[in-house]
């Protein structure tokens, strides 16, 4: 199933995913950090998504008190719970 989520507090406006069997499949941040968005992307491809969203979770960019990843985290956490 394909999931939209809209950060807050980050440069990217938009990530969308899909879980497949409680999978992580075709990660993509819309705005951010193209390098560090297309990274985390590659990196938990295929991963399973509570494993994901357990590492990626407070992870923090500079001062601000979330980040790209930890958005991804929550937006998972979200994708799970909706799915259960």
């Given amino acids: 199933m394909e999931y939209a989520y809209r950060p807050n ?3 990217s406006r938009n990530i969308t995913f899909e879980l497949q069997n409680g999978k992580l499949h075709n ?3 819309h705005g951010g950090c193209p390098g560090n968005t297309l990274g985390i992307a590659a990196l938990v ?3 399973d998504a509570k ?3 357990e590492k990626l979770a407070g992870i923090r960019c500079g001062f601000k008190p979330t980040s ?3 958005q991804l985290a929550r937006a998972l956490q979200e994708a799970i719970s909706q799915a259960k």
């Fill in 27 to 29: 990660v993509r941040f």
């Fill in 45 to 47: 491809e295929g991963m």
């Fill in 9 to 11: 507090g980050v440069c």
């Fill in 68 to 70: 790209c990843p930890d």
């Fill in 51 to 53: 494993e994901a969203a």
